[in-house]
């Protein structure tokens, strides 16, 4: 089994570091970490050190830092635009798409969206799904972490803008000709991806996506559900583009 991943604001030097707050005591009182175990430490900016486990307080670990490395950033960047769901939906796209590895995440405040996004409840909402973005980096070793953007969602004119500067935007729809399969990919920039909301994209959006340069896809003859349907295109795109 591979070793554990712990969060840190900045990446320490090879040596002695004790590992508190929240972090510290997930590693210490949760997953009951014992000296001579290996941990591994991250800035979520592409920074990991690998460490052993030296001494345990409470709710703090002493280790010694072996070493430290760096990985770049992913280049072509995914960014997904997941229409808010009701329910725990969007959680669960957001969940999955991180551990196959989405490098932003944009909650769209689609028209058929039945969530709604407003006040301090929208606030909440992004901060939940940042939260549930940063535990599945964890839990899938990532190096880098996904950014959630939003403030706090993008209505479909601010989506359309993100689209047109993107190096490719394709959009999922159920009656495009287009297989993602197959579309042409940029070898570097930005690739954005739609996902609709329960009741899908209704056809205004697809017009002012279609015109901002964004392509309408599909990826079989099935229907997927929100929750699912940027994890599988995620998984088509990263096969391709040669991450997996």
């Known amino acids: 089994m591979s070793a554990p991943l712990f969060l840190v604001d900045d990446l320490p030097g090879v040596g002695l570091f004790t590992l508190g707050g929240a972090e510290g005591h ?7 970490l014992r000296v ?9 900016r ?18 010694t830092v072996t070493d430290r ?29 991180t551990e196959v590895g989405v490098d932003e995440i944009l ?8 969530a709604q996004w407003r006040g301090d409840r929208g606030a909440k909402s992004r901060e939940k799904w ?5 535990e599945a980096a964890k839990q899938a ?43 042409d990919l940029p070898s570097s920039g930005e690739i954005v991806l739609v996902v609709g909301p329960e009741g899908g994209i209704d056809d205004a959006e697809l017009k002012t996506f279609t015109a901002a340069g964004a392509v309408a896809v599909r990826l079989g003859d099935n229907v997927l559900r929100t929750s699912t349907a940027g994890v599988a295109a995620l998984s088509v795109l990263a096969t391709r583009l040669h991450r997996w």
């Open 130 to 134: 940042a939260a549930v973005a940063r």
């Open 69 to 97: 490395r760096y990985a770049d950033a992913p280049d072509p960047r995914l960014t997904v635009a997941q229409g808010i769901a009701k329910g725990d939906r969007g959680e669960l796209a957001v969940q999955a798409m």
């Open 141 to 183: 070793r990532r190096t880098w972490l996904p950014v959630v953007g939003g403030d706090p969602d993008l209505s479909t004119k601010q989506l359309a803008q993100r689209l047109s500067a993107a190096s490719a935007a394709y959009v999922l729809h159920e009656e495009a000709t287009e297989r993602l399969s197959l579309v």
């Open 107 to 114: 909650p769209w405040a689609a028209a058929r969206s039945v």
């Open 26 to 32: 997930h590693a210490a009182t949760v997953q009951r």
């Open 46 to 63: 592409g920074g990991v050190a690998s460490a052993v486990v030296k001494a345990v307080g409470k709710g703090t670990l002493d280790v």
């Open 36 to 44: 001579g175990e290996a941990l591994l430490l991250a800035d979520g």
